[in-house]
């Protein structure tokens, strides 16, 4: 049963990642809180869900809901932030509207039910591993992350973009000064933000399955991830992942009441001591 | 304002609101007792937002926290008086709890931190069913004899809406208040003339909290029920969209706010049910038009034509 709680854990890990990676880019670079991450998830999830089941394409489903959360992102990027007037602050409020309106919106056109993305038959079944079976699908979405924070990166670390990004994170100003244009750069960083929170979605709803209030939860436990991890920092978004999968599903067999408080009390008892979590930079002012 | 228009215009506004009942009908004055319920967590929350430049979005469940224990005490056999103490202590302990982790931080980190832990307060109402009647909520009647008429639990709310609103003016307006403020404004001036900035937050974050269970309190006796959506983020949100409206910082703003808000609510949902896509709206709109508020938009233009400056009206840090 452990080395089954294990794996588990490593695969809600997965998803965590995933959602959480694009959540602490958006926060790094922009100050942007995106308060509606959540509802970009669970809506990636259900257009993932309806390409499945029209064309059959588990990829095409993943392309096709990370894509939209993109473009949905490009949207609110440059239709609604830029038009909120004052500080970052009050776009962080205008973005919990926006996860009220789209959470909304899901719930009129998909309803209460719970619904589940199609999975191909090659990931469907379980994998001999020895000593016990596996879902196939869980592996793959371990793989999924391992592949999602390679990519990022060497992203970050390899390509010009990579250490815009980067500059950006540590000072905006300058790097706007430095000729940069920066309001392409946020709004691309924005897009790949959304569209990871998009596949994210796809995965997660293959896995967690959709219904009304998953966002809050996904949400929940990014902002706990990234809290812990700290703004902006990939290697903190991943180990914070893993910590919150472990703790979560653990939590969830032993207290299964008071799973809340296996999660948070930690994070709650580290923030005591390093405020902006392990790998937080200060915010300069 | 002067001293004396001040004073005229608040006891206008309590002859106002005393006034209610006899000209309302039985569904308006509940849906004043509301305004004034939701008023006193407007002004709570303000003292946060407005004065300590802080937003929080955890003041939802500290409000429903209050809810949910004086309903508890009640429903297992204790008296309601005990349980209205109990609740509000539970509130303030709660906001003391929150505070302590939360005050280190400001801005987006603020917001972040006081919404993950409402939102852990909302998971342990929705999953610890035993206690708290999971998603179906719990219920009791909580008012006494003497409190059934709507009319004379509109005057216990208005008293208690009274006493709250003055016993805030003068947090905000005491020496603590402009410190407070001195906060909002630049935190580092604050720590250099030796202020301890985290303690002042502290202190700011548990008053808010004590009020907020009270008027959390006031909203259990009100409803006779409360249900996860009470503590949930939309609960935070809509009391901050309140305060935001009526005016982050001027404290009675926060009335106007749960006034709008209050009737807005009424009135869509006879017409639909989706008023959280109707608040959502509200807010980025909010956001977009008047993130000062309608009484900041007042006041600012006061200012431009030539009126005294009040306190309250400059420049915003947020």
Redesign the interface.
Same mark, same amino acid.
């Given at each position: 049963v452990l080395t089954f709680l294990t794996l588990n854990s490593l695969s809600y890990a997965a998803i965590l990642f995933i959602v959480a990676s694009g959540f602490t880019m958006i926060?790094g670079l922009m100050?942007? &809180?995106n !308060?509606a991450h959540g509802a970009f998830y669970l809506l990636g999830g259900y257009i993932g869900m309806l390409i499945a089941h029209e064309t059959g394409s588990f990829v095409l489903a993943l392309a096709g809901g990370a894509a939209a959360i993109a473009l949905l992102g490009l949207g609110v990027q440059s239709g609604?932030f830029r +038009?909120? /007037? *004052? *500080?970052? #602050?009050?776009?962080? %409020?205008?973005s919990? *509207? !926006?996860? %009220?309106? %789209?959470?909304? #919106?899901i719930l009129?056109i998909w309803g209460g039910d719970t619904f589940s993305v199609p999975l191909p038959a090659m990931l469907q079944g379980g994998v001999q591993l020895g000593f016990m079976t596996f879902p196939v699908f869980r592996l793959f979405l371990i793989g999924v992350s391992i592949a999602v924070f390679a990519g990022l990166w060497l992203m970050l670390a390899k390509t010009r973009f990579g250490s815009v990004i980067r500059a950006g994170v540590d000072d905006a100003e300058i790097v706007d000064s430095l000729g940069i244009d920066v309001r392409r750069l946020f709004a691309l960083t924005f897009m790949l933000g959304s569209a990871l929170a998009g596949l994210g979605g796809v995965l997660g709803g293959a896995f967690l399955t959709l219904y009304p209030t998953a966002d809050?939860e996904i949400l &929940?436990f990014s %902002?706990?991830v @990234?809290?812990i991890g700290g /703004?902006g920092s990939l290697v903190g978004a991943a180990i914070g992942s893993l910590l919150i999968g472990f703790l979560a599903t653990f939590g969830q067999v032993w207290f299964?009441?008071?799973?809340? +408080?296996v999660v +948070?009390g930690p994070?709650?008892l580290l923030?005591?001591f390093r405020? !902006?979590g392990m790998f937080g930079k200060r @915010?300069s002012a | 304002m002067t001293r004396n228009s001040r004073v005229i215009l608040s006891l206008v506004g309590v002859a106002a609101l005393a006034a209610v009942p006899a000209f309302a009908d039985t569904y308006r004055t509940n849906l004043a007792s509301e305004i004034l319920i939701f008023g006193v967590l407007a002004l709570a929350l303000d003292i946060l937002v407005g004065y300590a430049g802080r937003p929080s979005l955890c003041h939802g469940a500290i409000f429903g926290t209050a809810a949910y224990t004086v309903i508890y005490w009640v429903s297992t056999g204790g008296s309601l008086w005990l349980g209205v103490i109990l609740a509000v202590a539970a509130a303030t302990v709660l906001a003391a709890v929150f505070a302590v982790l939360a005050v280190r931080t400001t801005g987006a980190y603020f917001l972040l931190l006081t919404l993950a832990l409402g939102m852990i307060v909302w998971g342990v109402c929705l999953r610890w069913t035993s206690v708290t009647g999971g998603e179906n909520g719990m219920r009791a009647t909580l008012r006494p004899d003497y409190l059934t008429s709507p009319g004379a639990f509109y005057y216990m709310v208005l008293a208690i809406f009274i006493l709250s609103a003055a016993l805030m003016w003068r947090v905000v307006h005491s020496p603590f208040g402009l410190s407070l403020r001195g906060l909002r404004d630049s935190e580092s001036r604050m720590r250099a003339l030796g202020y301890a900035v985290p303690l002042q937050a502290f202190i700011g974050f548990v008053i808010s909290g004590l009020f907020a269970g009270l008027a959390g309190v006031l909203f259990a006796m009100f409803n006779g029920f409360v249900s996860p959506s009470s503590v949930a983020l939309s609960q935070s949100v809509s009391a901050l969209l309140m305060v935001i409206i009526g005016g982050a910082g001027t404290l009675f703003g926060g009335l106007i706010g749960a006034g709008l808000i209050t009737v807005v609510a009424d009135r869509v949902s006879v017409v639909t049910d989706r008023w959280s896509l109707v608040l959502g709206l509200l807010f980025i709109a909010t956001m977009m038009v008047a993130p000062d508020g309608i009484l900041g938009f007042f006041r600012a233009r006061a200012m431009t034509q030539g009126g005294l400056p009040d306190e309250s009206a400059e420049q915003r840090r947020t």
């Open positions: 926060f100050q942007i &809180v !308060l609604m +038009f909120v /007037r *004052g *500080g970052e #602050l009050q776009q962080v %409020l205008s919990v *509207g !926006l996860a %009220l309106v %789209l959470n909304d #919106l009129i809050a &929940v %902002l706990a @990234v809290v /703004r299964p009441e008071m799973s809340y +408080f +948070f994070m709650a923030l005591a405020p !902006l @915010v | -």
